[in-house]
């Protein structure tokens, strides 16, 4: 009689290569979630925003914090940068703290004290470098980003292109401020413009 030979069955996981097992669909969608918080994570995104989902029209908003001279944090998370001019630093990092920096932050907080720390914003809806929301700020009647560069606490900034009626009211308070010797414009003379 023939000898037969005994075959030994082995699992099918030691068969074939590791290349070619099959994932569950439950170990997929488990990969691929953990792939997508790595990723958000990796680029310094937060996996469920905290800032306003829908990008903020004009309008009434209150204000959380003032960042510095020219920069605000909304109830909600959204920042925004005073269009057109630039205020001395105060809080910028790895930076010095510039002459009238303090003052220009503080005299944000004064002016937004007076009203209610709400603001009426005008935007539309452009961004700067750094992500914050360009606009137009009114404590009450009172034209922030103007009485800034009127106190002598902030340049009129060119970088952006701007309305030209704010253009024309914020080159008419930069020359009285500098007439006036007020605020950065009493320093020694600088080769600023």
């Not at 037969?4 to 439950?26: C, E, H, K, M, N």
């Not at 910028?92 to 002016?111: H, I, M, T, W, Y």
């Not at 309305?163 to 080159?171: A, I, M, N, T, W």
């Amino acid at each position: 009689m023939a000898s037969r030979r005994r075959t030994v069955r082995r699992p099918i996981a030691v068969l074939l290569p590791r290349s070619r097992r099959r994932w569950s669909p439950g170990a997929l969608i488990l990969v691929a979630l953990v792939l997508l918080l790595l990723r958000l994570l990796h680029r310094g995104e937060e996996p469920f925003p905290s800032g306003p989902s829908e990008p903020l029209q004009s309008g009434e908003y209150v204000v959380e914090r003032v960042v510095d001279g020219d920069t605000l944090l909304l109830a909600g998370g959204e920042r925004v940068r005073l269009l057109g001019i630039d205020a001395p630093e105060s809080v910028k990092p790895n930076s010095p703290v510039e002459p009238f920096g303090p003052e220009a932050s503080q005299a944000v907080r004064d002016l937004l004290s007076g009203a209610g720390n709400r603001i009426r914003l005008e935007t539309e809806n452009k961004r700067d470098k750094y992500g914050r929301l360009l606009g137009v700020v009114w404590a009450g009647e009172i034209c922030v980003n103007q009485a800034l560069v009127e106190a002598g606490l902030a340049r009129v900034e060119r970088q952006y292109s701007i309305p030209e009626s704010l253009k024309v009211r914020l080159l008419a308070a930069e020359i009285q401020a500098r007439a006036a010797r007020r605020g950065i414009w009493g320093l020694e003379r600088s080769t600023t413009p």
